[in-house]
């Protein structure tokens, strides 16, 4: 199956500051990748559907000016978080879609953020 | 509303014991269900999954899963539990058209004692 990174693995910023996560298919190239947030406890929320060349599909409640995604590549992906705040601290995990073996979802390890 | 429901938070097996880990889901029609693992620094795995025919699943690592409509349920099972079981397990389903817009339940975390 695909093979999936995400850097950085964990990041501490201060609030206010802008984050930019990457999320990689390292063997094959996915035009379509997920974004999930997980917190604490609880289940991973869809946040966004990355479709490479075209503008992201956000889930609703989610903002689109707050959490930026470009997915200029068939192998990459990026969420940036913008003027994160204390509340944005979770954990984010991208996933994609591979079409060769029935569209299966590969997740990558996710990245924690914290914004002090 | 179409959700995944897993009743347990955390549970806590002897290594070698048996295994049985609770989803339940709400959907119009038979849904697509899937069991994943979580580890830490690891991303999510996943272990089987269900789209139909036979409503007894064999997944990865010895695990099982059975497929109960008049339950509503999707249950896990494994007969032994190994230490390296020990993680986070994800119940999640989703509407007949493949691996796309799942939701998954809350997760059930594994404690596995000597």
């Known amino acids: 199956g695909a093979v999936v990174s995400q850097h950085p693995s964990w990041v501490i910023c201060k609030s206010g500051t802008s984050v930019k996560i990457e999320c990689r298919s390292l063997?094959?190239?996915?035009?379509?990748m997920f974004w999930y947030r997980q917190f604490p406890k609880q289940s991973l929320m869809l946040m966004a559907t990355s479709n490479e060349g075209s503008k992201a599909t956000y889930e609703q409640g989610v903002e689109k000016d707050k959490f930026l995604i470009n997915h200029a590549s068939l192998t990459l992906s990026t969420l940036t978080v913008t003027s994160a705040h204390p509340e944005d601290s979770s954990f984010y995990i991208c996933?994609?879609?591979?079409?060769?073996?029935?569209?299966?979802?590969?997740f990558g390890p996710g990245t924690r953020l914290t914004v002090l | 509303a179409q959700s995944v429901t897993q009743p347990d938070i955390h549970i806590t097996v002897s290594e070698g014991a048996s295994l049985e880990l609770r989803c339940n889901y709400s959907?119009?029609?038979?849904?697509?269900l899937f069991w994943y693992v979580q580890s830490p620094g690891q991303g999510l795995q996943l272990l089987l999954k269900?789209?139909?025919?036979?409503?007894l699943v064999q997944g990865i690592k010895g695990f099982e899963a059975e497929f109960k409509r008049s339950q509503s349920s999707f249950n896990l099972r494994k007969p032994s539990v190994h230490w390296s079981d020990a993680a986070e397990y994800f119940c999640a389903g989703g509407p007949l058209g493949g691996y796309q817009k799942v939701t998954f339940g809350t997760g059930t975390k594994l404690q596995v004692i000597p």
């Open positions: 959907y119009g029609a038979t849904p697509y």
């Open positions: 996933s994609v879609i591979d079409g060769t073996t029935d569209n299966e979802q590969f």
């Open positions: 269900y789209f139909s025919g036979d409503t």
């Open positions: 063997d094959f190239q996915a035009t379509t």
